[in-house]
């Protein structure tokens, strides 16, 4: 018979071994007024139907930022998830499963006004979808784009260092980059592929206009490119905005379309119409072969979402859309909801 | 067997207190955190990106051109975490040095 301690598995006693060190370090460290170590992130409830089942998904995503002294900052994300689907074929009631995985872990180094070194695991920096629209809280439609599986390397998280920051900064203009390298990774928590790539994006900011650049390399296996744009624009003192992707990889291509509004026509952006935000968001995949995996769909599909979404106060916010996917497999209405309410606090009272 | 199962036990509660105890302590703090100066201006800072025209500064026209691109203001926060905060997005979003001053002057005046 085994003992007690050697009872527990390596992960959990890994696991252990974590928390504990993150806790006291949170609790040894001396943080000044402004940079007490906070915790933010969303809690989401979602429901999904597709082809008339109905699936339900409780979800947590919790980020917590750490700074160490003015240059170093610990930072990562979590996502919890159960999720109830019906049983399949004739059987009645539903299944669940449950999902808790590391989003990203990373530490950044401030180097210079220029320059940030991370090291960790670290979202994949492709497009923008992966660094800027993943969080539950800010993302306008719940599900990711047809192409979201381009670039970013199967796991969507790289685990080895990266570079970025603001290359030039000025009054009508600035540029940023972010260039990393990845390492292979088979860790259930840090699953990664050996790739390198980078992206850089040029911000005009008196006509509120971002294009940018980026490239992936597939280190692993059959060796591919990937290349992608993107181009955002919030024209000024209007609440309208348009996202843009496109991306191309060896097996498919694709690009979505997204805009939103708010109108503060009505008493404002806090007035009760001011606060309904309509969604669009129209995207196109066009398979090239399906020679490799690239974790999207195996068929050309196009897929029409329209969303209405509703911004409550005390950063909540229900997320509702339907969407008309077309594809050769078969087209299909997709229906979702959700509410979500964003969370934002230190983690103890500072000094 | 059952030696395991209660180590596992203390192991969780001891976690979860370390967790939580900082939480209940923040909700025990809260009604003075409320009113503190910084977070009125935080959530002022929601009508400023209600795009109008005309910023009072530097920080006020970048929270508006940088910050509401991605998402809107969160409604208020408490000002101890307003240079964490800062310190993230500047990494986040790739935000210049003196974006990131000018940002956390503009979150604690």
């Given at each position: 018979m085994s003992s007690p301690v050697s009872s527990l598995s390596a992960s959990t006693r890994r696991a252990t071994i974590i928390v504990l060190a993150v806790a006291a370090l949170l609790l040894t460290l001396h943080a000044s007024a402004q940079d007490t170590p906070l915790?933010?992130?969303?809690?989401?409830?979602?429901?999904?139907?597709k082809a008339g089942k109905t699936s339900y998904e409780?979800?947590?995503?919790?980020?917590?930022?750490?700074?160490?002294?003015?240059?170093?900052?610990?930072?990562?994300?979590?996502?919890?998830?159960?999720?109830?689907?019906?049983?399949?074929?004739?059987?009645?009631?539903?299944?669940?499963?449950?999902?808790?995985?590391?989003?990203?872990?990373?530490?950044?180094?401030?180097?210079?006004?220029?320059?940030?070194?991370?090291?960790?695991?670290?979202?994949?920096?492709?497009?923008?979808?992966?660094?800027?629209?993943?969080?539950?809280?800010?993302?306008?439609?719940?599900?990711?784009?047809?192409?979201?599986?381009?670039?970013?390397?199967?796991?969507?998280?790289?685990?080895?260092?990266?570079?970025?920051?603001?290359a030039i900064s000025r009054n009508k203009y600035s540029i940023d980059y972010t260039a990393y390298f990845s390492a292979?990774?088979?860790?259930?928590?840090?699953?990664?592929?050996?790739?390198?790539?980078?992206?850089?994006?040029?911000?005009?900011?008196?006509?509120?206009?971002?294009?940018?650049?980026?490239?992936?390399?597939?280190?692993?296996?059959?060796?591919?490119?990937f290349y992608g744009t993107h181009v955002w624009w919030e024209p000024k003192d209007t609440a309208?905005?348009?996202?843009?992707?496109?991306?191309?990889?060896?097996?498919?291509?694709?690009?979505?379309?997204?805009?939103?509004?708010?109108?503060?026509?009505?008493?404002?952006?806090?007035?009760?119409?001011?606060?309904?935000?309509?969604?669009?968001r129209m995207q196109q995949?066009?398979?090239?072969?399906?020679?490799?995996?690239?974790?999207?769909?195996?068929?050309?599909?196009e897929r029409a979402d329209f969303g209405l979404d509703y911004n409550l106060p005390h950063n909540t916010r229900i997320i509702t859309s339907y969407a008309r996917q077309f594809a050769s497999t078969g087209n299909r209405n997709i229906w979702e909801t959700g509410i979500v309410y964003r969370f934002l606090f230190p983690t103890w009272k500072g000094k | 067997m059952s030696q395991s199962i209660s180590i596992r036990s203390l192991v969780s509660i001891v976690l979860l207190s370390a967790l939580t105890t900082p939480?209940?302590?923040?909700?025990?703090?809260?009604?003075?955190?409320?009113?503190?100066?910084?977070?009125?201006?935080?959530?002022?800072?929601?009508?400023?990106?209600?795009?109008?025209?005309?910023?009072?500064?530097?920080?006020?026209?970048?929270?508006?051109?940088?910050?509401?691109r991605c998402h809107t203001a969160p409604d208020g926060f408490s000002p101890h975490i307003s240079g964490t905060i800062v310190l993230h997005m500047r990494v986040r979003a790739s935000l210049s040095q003196h974006d990131e001053q000018e940002l956390l002057h503009f979150l604690n005046p």
């Open positions: 915790l933010s992130g969303g809690v989401g409830f979602f429901t999904d139907t409780p979800t947590i995503q919790p980020l917590l930022a750490a700074p160490i002294g003015s240059h170093l900052l610990i930072e990562g994300r979590a996502t919890l998830v159960e999720t109830f689907a019906p049983n399949g074929g004739d059987i009645p009631g539903y299944n669940h499963t449950h999902f808790i995985g590391n989003t990203y872990l990373q530490a950044d180094y401030i180097a210079s006004p220029y320059l940030t070194i991370v090291g960790g695991s670290f979202l994949t920096p492709f497009g923008t979808y992966n660094e800027r629209l993943t969080p539950i809280w800010i993302n306008n439609l719940q599900d990711g784009p047809l192409i979201g599986g381009i670039g970013l390397m199967s796991s969507a998280s790289g685990l080895g260092g990266e570079v970025r920051g603001s292979q990774s088979g860790n259930v928590q840090f699953n990664s592929e050996r790739s390198t790539g980078g992206r850089a994006s040029l911000y005009l900011t008196d006509s509120r206009l971002e294009v940018g650049v980026s490239y992936g390399r597939l280190l692993q296996g059959t060796q591919e490119n309208f905005r348009l996202r843009s992707e496109y991306a191309h990889g060896q097996h498919a291509q694709g690009y979505w379309v997204e805009a939103d509004y708010r109108t503060e026509a009505f008493g404002g952006l806090d007035s009760w119409i001011g606060r309904i935000e309509p969604v669009f995949l066009f398979r090239i072969n399906n020679l490799g995996s690239d974790n999207v769909a195996s068929v050309n599909t | 939480l209940l302590a923040l909700q025990t703090q809260a009604p003075t955190q409320a009113p503190a100066p910084a977070a009125t201006p935080a959530k002022q800072n929601t009508k400023v990106s209600s795009h109008k025209s005309g910023y009072g500064s530097d920080g006020e026209r970048i929270f508006a051109q940088q910050c509401s």
